[in-house]
Nanobody, 124 residues
Framework: QVQLVESGGGLVQAGGSLRLSCAAS????????MGWFRQAPWKEREFVAA????????YYADSVKGRFTISRDNAKNTVYLEMNSLKPEDTAVYYC?????????????????WGQGTQVTVSS
């Protein structure tokens, strides 16, 4: 029901910043909670951040707390991930995901739709 397209990835030096965007299609974007995940080569996909359907709640992986910020603009059907103080270990393909929501709760799992990903590379 929803199509997701990530953008904003690229190459950045350690300590730098990037902002990722995820544009969603459909008329019911506000009914979905959104999340960001990442997957590095030879690693399993890991959770990064999540935001509830109205943006009232957020949750972050310990590895990115204090450095990354997830936000959403329902009027633009877009979710963002601001990444600061980037480290080489942040290098990965970053994916956004959407899950049907019936409240403003936030969840780590149970996402139904996924984007194709955008590459983030942090040089040392």
């Amino acid at each position: 029901q929803v199509q997701l397209v990530e953008s904003g990835g690229g190459l950045v030096q350690a300590g730098g910043s990037l902002r990722l965007s995820c544009a969603a299609s459909g008329r019911t974007f506000s009914n979905y909670r959104m999340g960001w995940f990442r997957q590095a080569p030879w690693k399993e996909r890991e959770f990064v951040a999540a935001i509830s359907r109205r943006g009232g709640s957020t949750y972050y992986a310990d590895s990115v707390k204090g450095r990354f910020t997830i936000s959403r603009d329902n009027a633009k059907n877009t979710v963002y991930l601001e990444m600061n103080s980037l480290k080489p270990e942040d290098t990965a393909v970053y994916y956004c995901a959407a899950g049907r929501a019936y409240s403003d709760n936030v969840y780590v799992g149970n996402y139904d739709y996924w984007g194709q990903g955008t590459q983030v590379t942090v040089s040392s």
